[in-house]
């Protein structure tokens, strides 16, 4: 693949993949490892928000009923400290207002192995009640002019009968009715979403969903929905195999959402965040672990800002339980960072995707294989990938012939590669014996297993990147004038 750059293009490219990030159940954020998790990931990476289940679950004890269930309180101490953590690690909450505290809930159902309620309220004004006091009692703590700016989502994925007592599409309508009404009644300047659906019925809910907004005159600042590209598993043991869509139909599913959207005029060219994505919706898909995910990742996010203003990667790490506690550190969990502080492929993708953010100017080229952008200080910096579904082992060459002068001022072209070989934990882990609790020598070794390679070169205005299957591979082109100092000469021995 050769391409001749002028300079002068200048292509679509909304670079909107840190504008949150995925988590386990919010009660999670107690533990050490979790926190040391996240921390890595956002000094490494870097993103805005983070979502994630359990806000009014149990574990976190915020909802209380006494004398009987004839009077309520509240209880802050588990909930002020996650959110000291996430102030800590200077990321805000994107609030989904879920699951149902047990004393509220109108049944049994629950999901997980950490039993989150998935049923209606029993009382609707103690739901909105509860909601209105969980953000009253955030504004007090962190400021008003800062909560804001948390978007709210209603519920998770309630066209799915395991998250929502017989995917009962008029219960929700009336519980966002209520739930959006009630962070309205907070503060008007709060952005507020739903209806948070995944597959299946995604089309007839969302259309569903819309007409009852608009008809009911709901507050409605945004459209939520999520997005995974796997066929149904094949479970074995404790795990899944699922099959991934074509690379080419990695959006298919969601393409539609767009469209419906815009049919409404009142809603037309409204924000959709797609507060879940990843490859497998199951925690325990060993796709998860690999390089052919960091791959396909990084084809994912060089077009998902073309009609979406968010995309939430689900998650940032594996201290996650909805199975139950990991049996092994790679075990196919959600993260970009394996237990132990090991980070996976795709955490690179990202990474890689942060660095095209530092002086953007503006996208120069973007094929199935490799985006390329400008700086503002005149360099060039891409991604280039090689998604290989079928894992054939084909390599792919891409050329590039950039804009750049080619005098007695060579170039530098910096890469950093992560691919089956040369950043690929899992494997290094297969061949020390795939051991369950590694001990600290052993762990060590998997984080320096876990780095991309990075290499340097003088170069001319023309460079060809060669890239293995499922590798991911980021690179730099700018000017780099030797300048020595008097008498050293590079390479001299003698």
Known sequence: MNYKITGNENIKFNNNAFYCIGTGRMGLALQKQYYEQLKLVQEKIGFEHIRGHGLFHDDLAIYHEYQDGVKVEYNWTYLDMVMDSYKELKIKPFIE??????????????????????????????????????????????????????????????????????????????????????????????????????????????????????????????????????????????????????????????????????????????????????????????????????????????????????????????????????????????????????????????????????KYEKCLLKTPECLLTKCTDGSFKGIAWNVDTEMTGKEIEIDLDLPLENDNQPNVLLTQLVDEEVCNPLKVWHELGEHANPDQDEIELLRQAAQPLTKTQRCGNKISLKLKENAVCYFEVKKAPVQSDRGYTYGRLY
């Open 97 to 358: 207002l879920g699951f149902m505290p047990k004393q509220l809930a109108s049944g049994e159902q629950t999901v997980f192995y950490w039993k989150g309620q998935t049923t209606p309220p029993k009382n609707y004004e103690r739901w909105a009640n509860l909601i209105k006091a969980t953000l009253h009692h955030l504004m007090d703590r962190y400021g008003k002019e800062e909560v804001i700016t948390w978007p709210v989502e209603v519920w998770n994925e309630p066209n799915l009968p395991g998250f929502w007592k017989d995917a009962d599409m008029e219960e929700y309508f009336k519980l966002y009715q209520v739930s959006s009404a009630a962070v309205k009644e907070v503060d008007q300047r709060f952005k507020v979403g739903g209806p948070a659906v995944c597959g299946g019925t995604d089309k007839e809910w969302i259309k569903a969903f819309l007409e009852f907004v608009k008809k009911n005159k709901c507050p409605l600042d945004f459209v939520s929905r999520h997005h995974y590209t796997t066929e149904l598993p094949a479970p074995d043991g404790h795990y899944g195999y699922p099959k991934l869509h074509p690379k080419e139909k990695c959006f298919e599913q969601l393409d539609s959402t767009r469209g419906i959207v815009d049919s409404f005029t009142e809603f037309k060219d409204m924000d959709i965040n797609v507060t879940e994505f990843n490859t497998s919706y199951i925690p325990n898909a060993p796709i998860h672990d690999t390089n052919l995910n960091a791959a396909y990742i990084a084809l994912m996010l060089s077009t998902f800002g073309d009609n979406h203003k968010s995309y939430s990667y689900w998650t940032f790490g594996d201290i996650f339980e909805e199975n139950g506690v990991p049996f092994t550190p790679f075990h196919g969990g959600f993260g970009l960072v394996a237990n132990g502080l090991i980070p996976k492929p795709t955490f690179w993708t990202f990474a890689f995707y942060k660095n095209l953010t530092k």
